[in-house]
C-alpha cells in the first residue's frame, strides 16, 4: 500500500537552531499538505501546495518557518531559528487533486526543542 | 470559517461494548464531506470513516458507522464490539467539496478501551 514517508521520526534541537523536516508524498497526488500537532490537540493546517505552488500558508509563521516543493513532487519544512514553542509533532498528507476523499498521512516528526 | 467541536476531550469503554463520540461542526456551505480519524499512540492518523453530506444515508465500515443529522450539524461516531486496538485518539474533521481544500480537525477525543 502506498504512504507518505516523512523522515526524521524524531528529532530533537536546541532552542535558535534550525531544523528542517522531509516528507514524500504519494506519487501522483498533486495536493501536499503540511500540518502541525500539538500534543493533545488536532492538526491545524501550516501549509498546502499544489504542484509546486503554494495554495495556503496563512498559518505558516513566516519570519522563521519557510516550505517548498520544488519540482511538486517532495517537499521539506524549515524551521529557522527554532523556538521552545515549536515543539510538536509535525504532520505531511498528501490527497489526489480533486474528490472528496480524505488524506493519506504520514507518520508525523516529532521536535522537541530544548 | 469551518469549525469542528468535539465536547469529550476522553470516552471509556469496555471491550465489547458501543461508544459514540460525538462531533459537531459549523459551516456556511451545503457541499461537503466529514471524516473519522484515528491516531494510535505514537502512530499515524488512519482514516476510519467518511461521509458525503448530500448522501441521506449513515456510512458503516464494519463496526464502525456515523449518525450523520445535516440540519443540527452532528456527525457521531459508534463504535460497536470495542476492541483494545481501538484505543486512540479520534478526530472529527470537515472538508469543502468545492474546490481543493484542506481538512479542519476537533480537538480530539483520547477513547480508552478497558480489558
Known amino acids: 500500500e502506498a504512504e507518505v514517508a516523512q523522515s526524521p521520526r524524531y528529532k530533537i534541537t536546541e532552542k535558535s537552531q534550525a531544523v528542517a523536516f522531509w516528507c514524500d508524498p504519494i506519487s501522483g497526488h498533486a495536493t501536499l499538505y503540511w500540518y502541525r500537532q500539538i500534543l493533545g490537540q488536532g492538526p491545524e493546517l501550516l501549509v498546502q501546495?499544489?504542484?509546486?505552488?503554494?495554495?495556503?500558508d496563512s498559518q505558516l509563521p513566516k519570519d522563521r518557518f519557510s516550505a517548498e516543493r520544488l519540482k511538486g513532487v517532495d517537499s521539506t519544512l524549515k524551521i529557522q531559528p527554532a523556538e521552545l514553542g515549536d515543539s510538536a509533532m509535525y504532520l505531511c498528507?498528501?490527497?489526489?487533486?480533486?474528490?472528496?476523499?480524505?488524506?493519506?498521512f504520514g507518520s508525523g516528526t516529532r521536535l522537541t526543542v530544548v | 470559517a469551518q469549525t469542528v467541536t468535539q465536547s469529550q476531550p476522553e470516552m471509556s469503554v469496555q471491550e465489547a461494548e458501543t461508544v459514540t463520540l460525538s462531533c459537531t461542526y459549523d459551516?456556511?456551505?451545503?457541499?461537503?464531506?466529514l471524516f473519522w480519524y484515528k491516531q494510535p499512540p505514537s502512530r499515524q492518523m488512519i482514516l476510519v470513516i467518511r461521509?458525503?453530506?448530500?448522501?441521506?444515508q449513515n456510512a458503516t465500515e464494519n463496526r464502525f458507522s456515523v449518525n450523520f443529522q445535516k440540519a443540527a450539524k452532528s456527525f457521531s461516531l459508534k463504535i460497536s464490539d470495542s476492541q483494545l486496538g481501538d484505543a486512540a485518539m479520534y478526530f472529527c474533521a470537515y472538508r469543502r467539496e468545492s474546490g481543493n481544500t484542506p481538512l479542519v480537525f476537533g480537538k480530539g477525543t483520547r477513547l480508552s478501551v478497558i480489558a
Open positions: 461521509q458525503e453530506a448530500y448522501k441521506q
Open positions: 498528507a498528501s490527497s489526489p487533486t480533486v474528490g472528496g476523499y480524505g488524506y493519506t
Open positions: 501546495f499544489q504542484d509546486e505552488s503554494v495554495v495556503d
Open positions: 459551516t456556511s456551505e451545503s457541499d461537503y464531506y
